[in-house]
Nanobody, 125 residues
Framework: QVQLVASGGGLVQAGGSLRLSCAASGRTFSRYAMGWFRQAPGRQREFVVASSRSGGSTSYANFVKGRFTISRDNAKNTVYLQMNSLKPEDTAVYYC??????????????????WGQGTQVTVSS
């Protein structure tokens, strides 16, 4: 069992950067693969990026390739999403999620067992 708290969202101008954080409770963070998803008003939840528990396997959505980077610090029970070159279409609520399948790094939201509350990212034009 793990609880996740996402933070770091805010309002930025197009071309700017944000770093999102997802803090996990307990001492079992290293047992889980981690992912980020986002959902904009009127749209389906979409996959952004994921990382296996070791960080050795990652998967990025095409629309963020070269702009976003996932990283994790198991000692701090925290996963990060560095977002650069932000675009207005990146505006959404961003959710972090944990998968009990420690080796998973894919886009299937059903594989993720635990979800954070989400943090709002707004990119102005």
């Amino acid at each position: 069992q793990v609880q996740l708290v996402a933070s770091g969202g805010g309002l930025v101008q197009a071309g700017g950067s944000l770093r999102l954080s997802c803090a996990a409770s307990g001492r079992t963070f290293s047992r889980y693969a981690m992912g980020w998803f986002r959902q904009a008003p009127g749209r389906q939840r979409e996959f952004v990026v994921a990382s296996s528990r070791s960080g050795g396997s990652t998967s990025y959505a095409n629309f963020v390739k070269g702009r976003f980077t996932i990283s994790r610090d198991n000692a701090k029970n925290t996963v990060y999403l560095q977002m650069n070159s932000l675009k207005p279409e990146d505006t959404a609520v961003y959710y972090c999620a944990a998968s009990s399948d420690a080796d998973y790094s894919g886009s299937n939201y059903a594989k993720y067992d635990y979800w954070g509350q989400g943090t709002q990212v707004t990119v102005s034009s």
